[in-house]
C-alpha cells in the first residue's frame, strides 16, 4: 500500500457528520458532482438507515475483535431483545427464557426494563452456543417476535456512526492492489471497496446500495457534551471508543471522512488536525460530493501518514505525540458555530459571563459554555495556558509512549490467564460442572421439599411466642437452645423478624424447586461467585430487609408539659385573632391549616406564602429544650399551625418527607388543647406505636424517621374538644439539592452548605470520609439526601494490602448503588468517575475502571455519572496536577488534586447535582431574609392529603 504511486485524482474530505451543530440537516436536495454524475444528498431516514447498518457493523467487529474489548466476558452474551411494538412483557420473557435454557449452565440473566431486553450471560463461547440454538428453536422467540441478537449493544445512542479506523487495519491486508493496476483512480477505489466489501456483508449491502458513491471512510470517535445549549465534542483515542459510545447521557460522534487519500492511500488518521475546513462552503459539503482538490486536507499529508494509526491501538498515534515536532495538541475538533474567535462559541452574547480565551487556538469562550462555572473571575484570569475542549488533551491519557501499550498487553495477557473465564474452560472446572450435572440428575426434590415443610413448621411456631411451644416437636437443637435461652423482648422481635426473612426465602426456594428453577435461583443468589475470582459476598442486606427495617424509633422524644401555661394562653390569644384565616386542608374540611415561615410552602396542594412569623411563635422556639439523641442544633423556619375542631377531625398517615426539608433537621410538634393519639407505622406494618399527644406536650421526630416510618392521627369520633398542633421545620428550596458526598481524600476538602462554601448555598449536604469502595456506608447509615455522590476507587484500585479484582469492586458498588435505591427511591446517585494520577501504569486501569463502572451504570436510571474527563484539562494549569510546560506531573504528588483542581472538581460536582431543573432557573427567595421573614420561596408538603 505504501508504495502506491498513482496521481492524485481530484478529491477533497467532507465533514457532514460533524456538522450535526453546524449544517442544519437538508433533505431531498441534489448535488452534481464534478464528473458529472449526479449524487442524491442523503435524507435524514438515508443517513439512519446507514447509521443503522453501520453500527452493526461495528458492532460486529468489535464483536470479532476482543482487543478493544475492555469486557472479555461480554463476549458470551445473548441479548433477547423485545423490540418497540412488541406486546411481550419481560418478566414473562424471562421465565420461558428461563425455561429454554434449563439445561444450559449459565452466569447470570438481566433484565434491562428501560431498553426491554433480557441480557443473558454465558461461561464460554460453547454454552452460548448452545443457548443460542435452543433459543432461536423456542416458540417463545418464534411466536412473539423476539429478536434472538449475540452483538453487545454496545452503542445504544449512536446518533452518528461509522467503521471505527482500526477496522481499518483488518481490512488493508486484503487490498492488493499493485503498483501497476492502481493507475486510475476507479481502479483504487474498486479494490478498496472490494477490499470493504468483502469484510463485511452489510457494508456490501450499503454500498450496493448507495453505489459510486462510497469512498474511502475516515473515522474520528468522540462523544459530545452539551453546555451552554452548544454541542462540545471530545475526541477520543479510538481505544476509548466504547467508553465515548456509552457515557448514557453523550451522544456519540464519529466524524467520517468519505475520502479518497492518494497519493500514497494512506488512511488518515482520525485526530489529524482540521486544516481548511473552516470554511463554510466545506462545511456544507455532502458525504459524497467531491470538489476542488486543492482544498483537501489530506494532499499534503506526510505528518497525517505519520501519525496512521493502522494497529487501532493509538500506538502510531502516541509515537507521533512523543516526538517533537508533534504538537502537543492531537485532537481536532468540529467547527463551531461562529467563526469569530472573539466571540463564544455558543453566539450569544452575555456581558456577565467572564470569558476565557484558549492558549491554543485563541478562540474566547463564556465561562459557563467551557464548563469552568464555579471560578472566580480573579482565577479565570490566572489560567493563562488553558485550553478549550476544542484544543485539550489530557496529558494523562494522551500521551503514552508506545512501549507502555506492548507492556499493557503482555500485563493483560498474563492478567486474563488468571482470570475466571479462563479457569472456567480449564479441565479441572469442566470436570467440577460434569460432576454437578451428575449429582443433579439424582437430586431428589420431594426429600428437600418435606424438610423445608417441616422447618417451615417450626419457624411457625418459634414466630408465635404467646402460643407457648411444645418443646418436644422441636428438634434437638432447638429444644436445648430454648431450654438455655433466657429471651428478652427485643431479642425475641429481632428473632421473629429473621425468621419471617427465613420463611420468605424458604417459600421462595421451595417454588422454584417445583418449578424446576432451582439452579437459576442459586445463581441469581449468588453473582460474586461467577463475576469475580475474589469469592466475597460484600456485606449488604437482601431488597427485602432492607424495605422492611426500621433502623430508628418512630420519634426521638415526647415531653409532656414542656409549654407553661402562660405561653399556652398566649398562643390561643394569637390563634384566635387568626381564625378567619385557616383554611380547610380538603372538602371535608378533615382539618384546617395556616402557615408561617420563611418560604412558601405547597401543603396538601395548596400553597401557602411565605409569611413572617409573629414574635410569640419564636418564644416558643426559644423556650423549649427538645430532648435529642445527638446534640444537633435544633433550627425551624416555619410553623405549620393545624386545627382538630372535635375528634372527628384527623390526619391520615403520612410522612413528612418533602424533599424541601432539611434531611439532616427534627421536626417539632407541640400539641394544645384536647389529647389525641398519633400512631405510627413501620414500612411494611408490622411495627406500630401509638403515643397521646397532650395538651402543652412537645413532640420531636426526625426527618431522617420519615424514611421509615408513617404517622398519622386518626379520626377519634368521642372526642369532642379542640386541639391544635403547631409543627416547626427547617425548610428551603436548597435542599432540593441536599447532597451527600461519599469520598476519597480528593473530596476532602469540598465544602459544603450555605455562605463561601466551595459547593455554594445552593448545594447543602456534608461529606463522609470513604476511602475506598468496600467502606461504602450502608443505606440506613446515609439518610434523606436527594443526591448521593460517589467518588472513591482508586484506593480500591491502587491496593496492594487487599488486591480486589475490578469485577468484584464493581459488584459491590453496583449493590450498595442497589441499597441506596432501595432504601432512598427518590435519590440520584452520582458516580463521580475516577481521575487520571500521575502513575501510567494507574490511569490504565483508571480508564478500564471508569468504563466498567460506565457499563454498571448504564442498567440504572437513578445512577448518573459525573464524567470527570473534561476537567482533565484543568488540570494542566500548574494549580491542578499537571505541569504543562514540563509536560509531567507536579512533583509534589501523584493522586491529589491541587487548590484549582479541587474547585473545578466541587464546581464538576455541582454542576451534576443541581441538574437543570425549571425551579433551579427560577431562583425566587432571598436568603438574607432569615428566620421567618417572609421572602418567597416554595417548599411542597408531599404527604398528608386525604385518601380519596
Ligand atoms: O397535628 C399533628 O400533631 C401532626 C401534624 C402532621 O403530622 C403534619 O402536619 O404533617
Ligand atoms: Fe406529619
Excluded at 191 to 213: A, C, H, P, S, Y
Excluded at 744 to 761: E, Q
Aim: proline share 6%.
Amino acid at each position: 500500500m505504501e508504495d502506491l504511486n498513482v496521481t492524485a485524482p481530484p478529491v477533497t474530505p467532507s465533514y457532514s457528520n460533524v456538522l450535526q451543530m453546524t449544517t442544519p440537516s437538508k433533505t431531498g436536495h441534489e448535488t452534481t458532482s464534478k464528473d458529472n454524475t449526479t449524487i442524491p444528498k442523503k435524507s435524514d431516514v438515508d443517513r439512519k438507515i446507514e447509521f443503522m447498518k453501520i453500527s452493526s457493523f461495528i458492532n460486529d467487529t468489535l464483536e470479532k475483535n476482543s482487543v478493544s474489548n475492555p469486557h472479555e466476558d461480554s463476549q458470551n452474551i445473548i441479548v433477547l431483545r423485545m423490540d418497540k411494538g412488541n406486546k411481550t412483557n419481560l418478566t414473562e420473557a424471562k421465565q420461558s427464557a428461563l425455561k429454554v435454557l434449563k439445561s444450559v449452565p449459565m452466569i447470570n440473566m438481566k433484565e434491562n426494563i428501560r431498553d426491554k431486553k433480557l441480557v443473558i450471560q454465558l461461561p464460554s463461547v460453547k454454552e452460548k452456543q448452545l443457548a443460542r440454538e435452543l433459543l432461536s428453536k423456542s416458540p417463545m422467540v418464534k411466536t412473539s417476535n423476539i429478536v434472538v441478537d449475540d452483538t453487545k449493544k454496545m452503542f445504544p445512542k449512536i446518533t452518528v456512526a461509522n467503521i471505527p479506523n482500526y477496522t481499518l487495519a483488518d481490512i488493508e491486508p486484503k487490498i492488493n492492489i499493485s503498483a501497476s493496476d492502481s493507475q486510475s483512480h476507479d481502479t483504487i477505489k474498486s479494490v478498496l471497496k472490494q477490499g470493504f466489501m468483502d469484510k463485511n456483508e452489510n457494508l456490501r449491502e450499503l454500498i450496493e446500495e448507495k453505489n459510486k458513491t462510497f469512498d474511502i471512510v475516515y473515522v474520528k470517535v468522540g462523544y459530545n457534551y452539551t453546555t451552554a445549549g452548544i454541542k462540545v465534542w471530545r475526541w477520543s483515542d479510538v481505544t476509548l471508543f466504547p467508553t465515548a459510545c456509552r457515557v448514557p447521557h453523550h451522544h456519540l460522534v464519529i466524524d467520517t471522512y468519505y475520502k479518497m487519500s492518494p497519493p500514497t492511500l494512506k488512511l488518515r488518521p482520525y485526530h489529524t488536525a482540521d486544516k481548511g475546513v473552516d470554511s463554510p462552503a466545506e462545511e456544507q459539503d455532502s458525504l459524497y460530493s467531491e470538489s476542488d482538490p486543492s482544498k483537501s486536507s489530506l494532499h499534503s499529508s506526510t505528518s497525517d501518514t505519520a501519525n496512521l494509526d493502522v494497529t487501532g491501538t493509538g500506538e502510531k498515534f502516541f509515537e507521533a505525540l512523543d516526538s517533537p515536532t508533534t504538537p502537543a495538541t492531537p485532537t481536532s475538533f468540529p467547527k463551531l458555530k461562529t467563526v469569530d474567535k472573539n466571540k463564544c462559541p455558543c453566539n450569544k452574547s452575555d456581558g456577565t459571563s467572564t470569558k476565557i480565551i484558549c492558549a491554543a487556538c485563541k478562540q474566547v469562550w463564556h465561562q459557563k459554555c467551557c464548563n469552568c462555572t464555579g471560578l472566580p473571575a480573579a482565577a479565570i484570569k490566572k489560567l493563562t495556558r488553558w485550553q478549550c475542549p476544542a484544543c485539550y488533551v489530557c496529558p494523562a491519557l494522551g500521551k503514552l509512549p508506545a512501549t507502555v501499550y506492548t507492556e499493557l498487553r503482555a500485563m493483560r495477557d498474563t492478567l486474563s490467564a488468571l482470570t475466571l473465564r479462563d479457569s472456567i474452560n480449564s479441565s479441572s472446572y469442566q470436570q467440577e460442572i460434569a460432576s454437578l450435572r451428575a449429582s443433579a440428575s439424582s437430586f431428589d426434590a420431594s426429600e428437600i421439599l418435606s424438610k423445608i415443610d417441616s422447618l417451615q413448621k417450626e419457624i411457625q411456631e418459634l414466630k408465635s411466642p404467646l402460643v407457648t411451644p411444645d418443646k418436644s416437636e422441636f428438634s434437638p437443637t432447638i429444644k436445648a437452645a430454648l431450654d438455655n435461652a433466657t429471651i428478652v423482648p427485643e431479642s425475641l422481635k429481632m428473632i421473629q423478624e429473621n425468621l419471617s426473612h427465613l420463611n420468605n426465602r424458604m417459600t421462595q426456594l421451595q417454588d422454584s424447586i417445583k418449578t424446576g428453577n432451582a439452579a437459576s435461583y442459586c445463581r441469581s443468589q449468588a453473582p460474586a461467585a461467577t463475576d469475580s475470582p475474589v469469592l466475597i459476598q460484600p456485606n449488604t442486606s437482601s431488597p427485602h430487609v432492607l424495605k422492611t427495617q426500621t433502623p430508628c424509633k418512630p420519634y426521638e422524644s415526647y415531653e409532656a408539659g414542656a409549654i407553661s401555661q402562660e405561653l399556652k394562653a398566649e398562643l390561643l390569644e394569637f390563634i384566635e385573632t387568626l381564625d378567619p384565616e385557616f383554611s380547610g386542608v380538603d372538602q371535608n374540611e378533615s382539618r384546617q391549616v395556616i402557615y408561617f415561615g420563611d418560604y412558601s410552602y405547597k401543603y396538601t396542594g395548596k400553597n401557602h406564602p411565605a409569611r413572617p412569623a409573629p414574635p410569640v411563635l419564636m418564644k416558643v422556639l426559644d423556650s423549649v429544650d427538645p430532648k435529642t439523641g445527638d446534640k444537633r442544633s435544633l433550627k425551624a423556619n416555619s410553623c405549620l399551625i393545624t386545627r382538630y375542631r372535635s375528634g372527628v377531625n384527623h390526619i391520615p398517615m403520612h410522612r413528612d418527607d418533602e424533599i424541601m426539608i432539611d434531611p439532616e433537621s427534627y421536626i417539632m410538634t407541640v400539641s394544645l388543647g384536647a389529647k389525641r393519639t398519633m400512631t405510627f407505622c413501620n414500612n411494611d406494618d408490622t411495627k406500630s406505636e401509638s403515643l397521646d399527644l397532650e395538651d402543652c406536650s412537645l413532640l420531636v421526630t426526625s426527618r431522617f424517621a420519615q424514611d421509615f416510618w408513617r404517622h398519622g392521627i386518626l379520626p377519634q369520633n368521642e372526642i369532642s374538644g379542640e386541639r391544635i398542633s403547631l409543627t416547626f421545620r427547617e425548610i428551603s428550596p436548597h435542599f432540593m439539592n441536599s447532597t451527600i458526598l461519599l469520598g476519597d481524600s480528593n473530596t476532602a476538602k469540598v465544602a459544603f452548605g450555605t455562605g463561601s462554601g466551595t459547593l455554594g448555598a445552593w448545594v447543602p449536604g456534608k461529606r463522609v470520609k470513604v476511602g475506598h469502595i468496600e467502606a461504602l456506608p450502608d443505606a440506613v447509615d446515609i439518610g434523606p439526601y436527594r443526591n448521593i455522590v460517589i467518588h472513591t476507587g482508586i484506593n480500591s484500585i491502587n491496593s496492594r494490602f487487599q488486591p480486589r479484582s475490578d469485577a468484584y469492586l464493581i459488584h459491590v458498588l453496583e449493590k450498595k448503588c442497589k441499597d441506596y435505591m432501595t432504601v432512598y427511591p427518590r435519590a440520584k446517585i452520582h458516580i463521580s468517575m475516577l481521575l487520571p494520577t500521575r502513575l501510567r501504569r494507574l490511569n490504565h486501569h483508571v480508564e478500564c475502571f471508569n468504563r466498567a463502572i460506565l457499563d454498571m451504570s448504564y442498567q440504572y436510571k437513578n445512577i448518573r455519572i459525573i464524567d470527570n474527563s473534561m476537567f482533565g484539562s484543568f488540570l494542566s494549569d500548574e494549580h491542578g496536577r499537571w505541569d504543562v510546560k514540563e509536560h509531567k506531573p507536579l512533583a509534589s504528588d501523584s493522586l491529589h488534586l491541587g487548590k484549582m483542581g479541587i474547585r473545578l472538581f466541587a464546581a464538576n460536582i455541582k454542576t451534576a447535582v443541581i441538574g437543570k431543573s425549571k425551579s433551579q432557573s427560577r431562583v425566587r427567595f432571598n436568603s438574607s431574609q432569615g428566620r421567618y421573614g417572609g421572602a418567597a420561596g416554595a417548599a411542597q408538603h408531599q404527604g398528608a392529603s386525604n385518601p380519596p
